[in-house]
């Protein structure tokens, strides 16, 4: 269990699905409850004086800077014949799903499990054919762009104000998080990995999302 007092002088990064609100079924169907929205709004206020959050997505592809400035690739039109692939095997699949994103495509068989073996087979085919890098994750492979990962995008936050000088504490629970565990703890700080034991570069552990929110209330109530 991490001390509540980790977050004292430290920007924190939390993962969302599996950190903060429950997997579910369709990555569509996830809610952000009140109780959440006011812990976030906490957070934002005790660590960073109210400022916007910094947001890193597609496995650190995008960045959003507090201030609203935007980092990104330009799009790629070698995710189109690969899209086609996986909504053709979903399709075959009832409970598989395609996910499109900004740069990168997810296939979901947490509804089919039957499929898991056909939905890697797939992804590794087309990862290599496409030149793509290829994300495993929980009940999902992903194709994505290369050159950035969770563990870059914290690098490139904490290099500068207001993270820059902080202390750097990444929360997350799946594989796709390591990258960023061995970043945070590189720049001095720690990670805190959700979920059953397992080996992970992450010091700390919290066993679900109920016990992540709990003790990221207890961490803002330890604040100055």
């Not at 095997?89 to 068989?109: D, I, N, R, T």
């Not at 797939?122 to 929980?138: N, V």
């Not at 990258?179 to 992970?200: C, E, M, Y």
Request: charged share 25%.
């Amino acid at each position: 269990m991490p001390p509540v007092d980790l977050l004292r002088g430290a920007s924190l990064f939390l993962d969302f699905d599996g950190t903060l609100v429950e997997i579910v079924e369709r990555p569509d169907a996830v809610q952000v409850d009140v109780a959440l929205t006011m812990l976030m709004a906490r957070l934002a206020d005790a660590l960073f004086g109210g400022r916007r959050f910094a947001v890193g997505g597609s496995h650190g592809l995008e960045l959003r800077w507090s201030d609203g400035r935007l980092d990104a690739p330009i799009a790629d039109s070698r995710f189109e014949p690969v899209i086609a692939e996986m909504r053709l095997l979903a399709a075959a699949h009832p409970g598989a799903m395609v996910e499109e994103k900004p740069f990168g495509v997810a296939l979901h068989y947490r509804g089919a499990p039957e499929a898991e073996a056909s939905c890697r087979a797939l992804a590794e085919r087309l990862a290599s054919e496409a030149g793509l890098s290829l994300q495993a994750g929980k009940m999902v492979v992903e194709l994505r762009l290369a050159g950035a990962d969770k563990g870059t995008a914290l690098d490139a936050f904490m290099a500068r104000p207001p993270m820059r000088g902080t202390q750097p504490v990444f929360i997350g629970d799946d594989l796709t998080d390591e990258d960023a565990f061995v970043a945070a703890a590189r720049a001095g700080g720690h990670g805190i990995s959700v979920g059953v034991p397992r080996p992970s570069a992450a010091r700390y552990r919290l066993p679900d999302v109920r016990a992540t929110r709990a003790w990221l209330e207890a961490a803002a109530d330890a604040l100055p």
